[in-house]
């Protein structure tokens, strides 16, 4: 029998949910609250003909499925990319990954030695049970180079103090990384082999695919394939409640009206948003819990330049407190396609803040001339080479990763489970600030339940990696890397 399903959100998780549901026979409506845009923080935006990412995004994954949905939906309009990236610190560009003799020589003789020194220390007497960011990178790199490559561009990202940060942050986004593990690969570069993608380092790949006109040409192709198969879109239809009675879903939107009938609801809403949202209401303890998760936002001011100081890096992080901007991209490494004249460049200044503060509110005329002002004094370009700027604010482009808020998850995530049909998936649906391949991951387990009919696949055992591990006696088998049907 058919089913009925409601997703919230256009992004890499509703929309590959989407696609897959579509393509079995599903009846599927999409709401997404953006009048123009698909992809979410995934989308890709333009101005006067350039196109620009919502920071950057690489397609690059373990998981197999993930790889050929990306194939199946844009094949030979994926490009491969070199990976090139720096970190700006003490006024010098260090390249990143590590190349162990630039760092040494960069860093000087006595710092350097300091640096090891350090990280020796810190193998040796190393912090018990790190619980925060600070403690568990110190463990992996000593604190000196801590304190040099990781402190003050992580608080601009966050807006706290390291010691407030989970250590589930740096476990998740430098997993598996360390000072020697970067030496090793700096100074002995393992040849590309079959089978070694599931063996890499995210964190240290040269290389990624990458759609000719940015990560939201994927989305495009992808609503476009959906709806051809049967989904309905709307757009500029932000979801005020959702509402369970008698075992079935309904959605009331901001503009127009109510949709019912849902058999399933997939939300990829920011949780805080969606546990408020949904009727009958959660307990109180829910409530507050979700009320207490926490977002960052970032906004990023696009410059238009001539390509007069051309760099070739897809992104520079700038570890200088002297500065606001926390990163930069250049849109045109990423793809040629992305700046209509080869003459001009195209750059991506990122300002983290929180939505409503002082930068958040600033004018874009403001945002434009300290865009010019701070990439001038790193070095980038002239002022005078930029010839027009664009700004674009990005509200919970990233879940908060604060001493409390596992507790909070947990709890919004077992009171679910009182809410039959009811699937939170992707970045902001589940409070869990990794790669749109696990976000999509999510989805594609989610949208196997349902057509199932039955609870396969526990979406939360989803790794960093887009990689499903199997949770007690119900769950797939893992084989080759892939996911494959199991006894449940």
Not at 162 to 179: F, P
Not at 205 to 228: L, N, T
Not at 413 to 431: D, E, S, T
Not at 447 to 474: C, F, M, P, S, T
Request: proline content about 5%.
């Amino acid at each position: 029998m058919k089913k009925r399903i409601a997703i919230i959100g256009a992004g890499p998780a509703g929309l590959t949910a989407a696609y897959l549901l579509a393509k079995d026979g599903q009846s599927v409506t999409v709401f997404e609250k953006d009048p123009q845009y698909v992809g979410g923080i995934s989308r890709t935006e333009s101005y006067k003909g350039f196109h620009f990412d919502i920071g950057g995004h690489r397609f690059f994954s373990k998981s197999k499925e993930v790889e050929d949905f990306w194939t199946e939906i844009l094949g030979d309009e994926m490009l491969e990319r070199p990976r090139s990236s720096r970190i700006y610190y003490n006024h010098k560009f260090f390249s990143y990954p590590l190349v162990a003799f630039e760092a040494l020589n960069k860093l000087g003789i006595i710092e350097s030695g300091l640096c090891v020194l350090s990280y020796l220390k810190a193998k040796v007497f190393p912090i018990k049970n790190p619980t925060n960011f600070e403690d568990w990178v110190t463990n992996q790199f000593g604190k000196r180079l801590f304190n040099i490559f990781f402190k003050t561009y992580t608080e601009k990202v966050w807006g706290i103090p390291c010691k407030e940060i989970s250590a589930d942050w740096a476990a998740q986004r430098i997993k598996g990384l360390s000072l020697s593990s970067a030496i090793w690969n700096a100074l002995f570069k393992p040849s590309k082999k079959a089978g070694d993608k599931d063996k890499v380092i995210k964190t240290l790949i040269d290389s990624f695919r990458y759609p000719k006109q940015g990560p939201g040409m994927m989305w495009e192709v992808c609503a476009e394939k959906a709806k051809a198969n049967g989904m309905t879109l709307e757009m500029n239809c932000g979801v005020q409640q959702i509402a369970l009675k008698d075992g079935k879903w309904s959605v009331q939107t901001n503009h127009k009206g109510n949709f019912g009938d849902f058999d399933y609801v997939l939300s990829s809403a920011p949780m805080r948003e969606l546990v408020a949202s949904v009727v009958p209401a959660f307990p109180q303890p829910v409530l507050h819990a979700a009320s207490s998760l926490g977002y960052r936002d970032f906004l990023t001011v696009v410059l238009i330049c001539r390509d007069e100081d051309a760099f070739s890096d897809n992104w520079i992080y700038i570890h200088d407190p002297s500065v606001k901007v926390g990163r930069v991209q250049n849109f045109k490494s990423w793809s040629p396609y992305m700046v209509p004249d080869p003459a001009m460049a195209c750059y991506g200044l990122e300002y983290f803040c929180f939505e409503g503060d002082g930068l958040w509110a600033s004018s874009d005329e403001t945002l434009i001339a300290l865009g010019k002002k701070e990439i001038e004094k790193i070095g980038l370009t002239k002022g005078s080479a930029v010839v027009d700027g664009y700004v674009v604010r990005q509200p919970k482009a990233y879940p908060v990763y604060d001493q409390d808020y596992k507790e909070h998850v947990e709890n919004i995530r077992q009171a679910i489970k009182a809410y039959p049909g009811l699937y939170l998936v992707g970045r902001n649906g589940m409070h869990k600030y990794n790669n749109q391949d696990h976000s999509m991951m999510t989805a594609m387990l989610a949208a196997q339940n349902i057509i199932a009919g039955k609870e396969v696949y526990d979406l939360w055992e989803v790794n960093e990696d887009a990689e499903y591990h199997e949770g007690g006696n119900r769950g797939e088998e893992k084989v080759a890397g892939r996911m494959v049907p199991g006894k449940v």
